[in-house]
């Protein structure tokens, strides 16, 4: 079985800082990872993912994510935030060959000007 | 490409009754995926399905809850006799290949 665990369940900072969102998964077999965003009252957006390959990953709004086989971690970056970045941030992991999401508990981060 | 599409958006109704939720996939996705979202955590898996066939599904799926996707492209999702921990958000979502998951908006059930 495989589980996830976001570190921070609120990250508050200001516009232009930069910012890291924690994810540390747990899994005895290969996995995917994600990061999905959800904007209040809507559903989950795909920001990144790593299946393979280069273990740094990147979004086209600025977000970074790096694979850390050894240390099981999925950590999202992004080095100068804006307004806009206030969502729920979600990191999720995929057992290879299987079909199902495992989530984290979300952090949610808040943007102050 | 036009989404994953819920509806409805929003359902309140009394303990004890029946609800039902649609999910309209992306129209080429042979993928269909449930999960419930509770307030302040993260989506939790319910069930999925290849085409019609169901192929997984939770232990959080009580025989309360039953789901079918009947020719492959939509699917519904039912839940009798609602309770008051029923009360979450139900996500679907839907992928095709290796692709990953697309999510729509989601159900919001409230239980009076």
């Known amino acids: 079985a495989q589980s996830v665990t976001q570190l921070d369940s609120q990250v508050p900072v200001f516009e232009e800082a930069p910012v890291e969102l924690r994810c540390n998964y747990s899994?005895?077999?290969?996995?995917?990872l994600f990061w999905y965003v959800q904007y209040p009252n809507q559903g989950l957006q795909l920001l990144l993912k790593?299946?393979?390959?280069?273990?740094l990953v990147e979004s086209i709004n600025g977000f970074e994510a790096e694979f850390n086989k050894s240390q099981t971690s999925f950590h999202l970056r992004k080095p100068s935030v804006h307004i806009s970045d206030t969502a729920e941030y979600f990191c999720?992991?995929?057992?290879?060959?299987?079909?199902?999401?495992?989530f984290g508990q979300g952090t949610r981060l808040t943007i102050n000007p | 490409d036009t989404g994953v599409s819920q509806n409805p958006r929003h359902k309140i109704t009394k303990r004890g009754q029946n609800v039902t939720f649609r999910c309209d996939p992306i129209?080429?996705?042979?993928?269909l995926y449930w999960y419930r979202q509770t307030l302040g955590q993260g989506p939790e898996f319910l069930t999925y399905?290849?085409?019609?066939?169901?192929?997984?599904k939770s232990r959080l799926l009580s025989d309360r809850f039953s789901a079918e996707r009947p020719k492959g492209s939509f699917s519904t999702l039912e839940i009798q006799r609602t309770e008051q921990g029923d009360s979450a958000m139900y996500l679907c979502?839907?992928?095709?290949?290796?692709?990953?998951?697309?999510f729509g908006d989601g159900t919001r059930l409230s239980i009076l």
């Open positions: 979502a839907s992928s095709i290949g290796n692709q990953p998951q697309h």
């Open positions: 899994s005895s077999v290969s996995v995917y």
């Open positions: 790593y299946l393979s390959g280069s273990t």
């Open positions: 999720a992991v995929m057992a290879q060959g299987a079909q199902k999401l495992v």
């Open positions: 129209s080429e996705h042979n993928r």
């Open positions: 399905f290849q085409n019609e066939a169901q192929l997984e």
